[in-house]
């Protein structure tokens, strides 16, 4: 069965970002898993929060996309929104001793 | 009005637009800026009025239609429709340096705060900011860079023959 | 190299405050995304696929050791440790938080490099020929012209909001190793009878969807005559450019739309107008941006050794890099060597922080301390004496960077695709190393010689597949990511573009493909002199076609 979940860039860091409402709370997160998906929450409650946040200046185009529940993982139907979610498909070239910002969405 | 810079000052502005789809056909008195279409229909009879005159040009219109007015003209009015649309760069450079235009060039539309600073360079020397702009910002932004390249309006040689 | 002003130091500081200032009114919320974007776009700054993107402008791809250094730093500090080499002589990094990039810009500032004009719908960075200096065919340094494009086109107060983004290039050689042919603008430096210096121009050429080959607009032009005419095909373009239709926009449609002829006359008219301003250049304005570029002190050398000689006998690892990566220099005793960044570890073009850091020591100790970025991705060390050539290749092998590939199949040409672009349909990098690891014999390779593959994710061609001998175009067919092969295309001074061979190849079918588009030139060619291009166009397109789709 599909959903939808909301996604856009964190405006600082311009990394994807996922909606996700907890007890209430909005925030945005890295994980796609972590999504809040229209599974448990109103699809107009999500686009809202989501608007809002961009308006707020946290995200940066905002979008539905739709993905697919497989156990514990939410995975979008489209392949751009695979590799948007789960990053570049190729081993990436990486120097020892990178100090600042590896792995952040890994 | 909005904010109005003129000469890099807050200035009051006393210029009347009139489009020419005014209910009323009589020119309103006063100091007005007309379209270029507007411009030579009704030259003459504009001509015959005490008031300053000034016209407003499409960015596609080409500025030596007013060549021969130029003298008679205290304003021409510039668009900016977006702020990504540029042509009013070029007929601003071409009315200051190319028909030595002496009269106030206004920029108006999407006149934004990082956009002064090459509407001068350009030969704009007037300003209609858009509503959300800060007028002390802009007002700072005209001497954001104190390094030019090229020669413009401003300054007429490139910096190697300065 | 040419050596910062005051000004220019100045001039840099300003745009850094000022970038600083528009990223603090962005975050406070004071500047809408799409007005802060046109503001990051002209400071290289796009928002992609997983994040941010900076593109690091190097002028006209020439590097000094330090800013190499820098580059390195700032991969690791403010990067995920690697950066990648685009076919406009530029560095890209893909992680950069929007909250550092001023950070990042001062770091720059400070070895005199920056991000102004690497994007947006301005004049963008000039490129240039990588061998400017040291070729032995060439007639004319372009790197003096570059530099005074660099100046008069930065910030250019008139032609910062063009209808769409604008690429000028400068080719000072024979050879055409910058592919002036598909820029908006391409010059080439040539003497007439009298032997008088000045350049063809051409006008209107440029990838994406519409393909074109620049239009000789001029066939003689005065090199003091450069930047006023420059200025005249930017207004014409800036007046009556399309801007009703981004994908109408580039001024090859406004070329074509036009007619060349009237074109033409456009330009005349309007440079009628500008030729005498003070733009025009003097002698002694070209001899003061010319003293920026002398020779450096070259050491008189003979032209052979007999260590390397024995090291080419005795090593043949040494010896295929030596026969592929190597072009001759101008001065006797110096070689010009190319540093493949066409490992079958790393995706085209990306190099590592450490690897940054060893290629500068080994510029410092080899090469004058300089290097250069090419357009097909690579790196080279253009003033290497023949002496040394042996260490460095023994160094270069240690860091990955001696694959003798060279202008050859896997010299690959691959823009970053589905993998970080946002406006891809498919994915490029692990095309090419699929095609990496299916040909990775040298003595296939080799046998097959000169041969450019060129592949792009999406339809706006930064991959150049257009103008490649076998260029590859993702696409997204009904959610499935296909390839289309085109073939007979060139970037050099045959240029051309490739023509499509049919029906696209899913990503398993396309690495077999190649394999018969390879097979089907080695049948056919009279000898193996004879290379791709020329057995192409000699034999057209059906044994093509029939071989694969028969
Ligand atoms: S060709 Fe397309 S996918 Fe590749 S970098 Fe350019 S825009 Fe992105």
Redesign the interface.
């Known amino acids: 069965m599909a959903y939808t979940v909301y996604t856009a860039s964190l405006l600082k860091e311009g990394l994807v970002a996922y909606l996700s409402i907890r007890d209430g709370e909005t925030s945005w997160t890295t994980d796609v898993n972590r999504a809040t998906s229209t599974e448990t929450v109103d699809d107009s409650i999500l686009s809202t929060e989501a608007e809002r946040s961009e308006q707020e200046n946290i995200v940066v185009g905002v979008y539905s996309v739709e993905v697919t529940r497989d156990g514990d993982r939410l995975v979008p139907t489209e392949n751009r929104e695979r590799i948007r979610a789960g990053g570049p498909t190729v081993a990436l070239p990486a120097a020892k001793n990178t100090t600042a910002n590896a792995r952040v969405a890994a | 009005m909005g904010k109005y810079i003129k000469d890099r000052k807050p200035s009051e502005d006393n210029w009347m637009p009139y489009t020419g789809l005014e209910d009323s056909d009589t020119l309103p008195s006063g100091d007005i800026y007309v379209p270029l279409e507007a411009w030579k229909e009704r030259r003459d009879e504009l001509l015959t009025r005490n008031s300053r005159l000034g016209v407003i040009l499409e960015n596609t219109d080409d500025v030596s239609e007013i060549i021969d007015d130029l003298d008679r003209l205290d304003l021409v009015v510039l668009q900016f429709p977006k ?5 009013a ?2 007929q601003a ?1 071409l009315l200051r340096e ?1 028909l030595k235009y002496k009269g106030e060039i206004r920029a108006v539309g999407d006149v ?1 705060q ?1 956009q002064v ?3 001068q ?2 030969g704009f020397n007037a300003f209609e900011l858009r509503d959300d702009q ?1 007028l002390n910002s802009v007002l700072k932004a005209f001497d ?9 309006a401003d300054v ?6 300065r | 190299m040419y050596q910062y002003s005051q000004a220019d130091h100045q001039l840099l500081l300003e745009r850094v405050t000022q970038f600083r200032d528009q990223v603090s009114r962005r975050l406070k919320g004071e500047l809408s995304e799409d007005e802060f974007k046109q503001q990051r776009l002209r400071n290289g700054l796009y928002l992609q696929l997983h994040a941010y993107m900076l593109r690091v402008a190097v002028p006209y791809g020439l590097l000094s050791s330090e800013q190499m250094r820098t580059l390195a730093h700032i991969a690791r500090r403010y990067d995920r440790g690697y950066g990648h080499f685009s076919t406009r002589q530029n560095i890209q990094y893909n992680w950069p938080k929007l909250e550092e990039v001023p950070e990042i810009l001062d770091a720059l500032a400070a070895v005199e490099m920056h991000a102004i004009q690497t994007s947006g719908n301005c004049i963008r960075n000039t490129t240039s020929d990588p061998l400017a200096g040291v070729a032995r065919d060439e007639v004319a340094d372009p790197r003096p012209y570059c530099e005074l494009i660099r100046q008069w086109s930065t910030f250019h107060p008139e032609f910062n909001f063009l209808p769409r983004k604008f690429k000028i290039a400068v080719s000072g050689a024979i050879h055409d190793r910058a592919a002036v042919a598909v820029h908006d603008i391409g010059l080439r430096l040539v003497k007439n009878e009298s032997d008088e210096l000045g350049l063809e121009v051409y006008v209107g050429g440029g990838l994406g969807r519409t393909p074109m080959i620049g239009k000789l607009i001029r066939e003689f032009l005065p090199v003091h005559d450069i930047l006023t005419y420059l200025e005249a095909i930017l207004r014409v373009y800036n007046q009556f450019g399309r801007r009703d239709n981004l994908y109408k926009a580039r001024i090859k449609i406004l070329v074509h739309e036009t007619g060349e002829d009237e074109f033409r006359k456009q330009v005349e008219a309007e440079w009628e107008n500008v030729k005498a301003s003070k733009l025009r250049l003097r002698d002694e304005d070209i001899e003061a941006i010319s003293a920026h570029f002398k020779d450096p002190d070259y050491e008189i050398l003979p032209d052979n050794d007999a260590d390397f000689d024995n090291h080419l006998i005795t090593n043949p690892e040494f010896a295929k890099w030596v026969d592929n990566n190597l072009e001759l220099h101008k001065k006797p005793g110096y070689r010009i060597a190319y540093l493949s960044l066409k490992s079958p570890d790393q995706p085209p073009g990306d190099v590592t922080a450490d690897q940054m850091d060893a290629i500068a020591d080994l510029a410092d100790r080899y090469s004058l301390g300089q290097i250069r970025s090419t357009h097909r991705q690579n790196l080279v060390l253009s003033d290497v004496k023949l002496t040394d050539l042996f260490e460095l290749w023994e160094e270069l092998t240690k860091l990955g960077l001696a694959t003798p590939n060279y202008n050859h199949l896997t010299d690959i040409i691959s823009c970053p695709g589905m993998d970080y672009c946002a406006l891809a349909t498919a994915r490029s990098i692990p095309i090419a190393q699929a095609l990496t690891d299916r040909f990775e014999s040298y003595d296939y390779v080799n046998d097959l010689g000169d041969i450019s593959l060129n592949i792009s994710g999406c339809i706006n061609a930064c991959g150049h597949h257009h103008v490649a001998n076998i260029g590859i175009l993702g696409v997204n067919k009904k959610g499935v990511e296909v390839y289309q092969l085109t073939l007979g295309g060139s970037a050099r001074e045959d240029a051309a573009i490739g023509k499509i061979l049919g029906p696209a190849f899913t990503a398993d079918e396309i690495v077999d493909a190649i394999g018969e588009v390879l097979e089907v030139y080695l049948e056919n060619r009279e000898d193996s002199e004879e290379d791709f291009l020329t057995t192409y166009r000699r034999i057209g397109q059906s044994p093509f076609k029939e071989r694969l789709y028969g």
């Open positions: 702020m990504v649309d540029g042509r760069f070029t450079r190319r934004l990082d600073f090459y509407m360079r350009c800060d954001e860079m104190s390094v030019t390249y090229q020669g413009a007429d040689a490139p910096i190697w023959r």
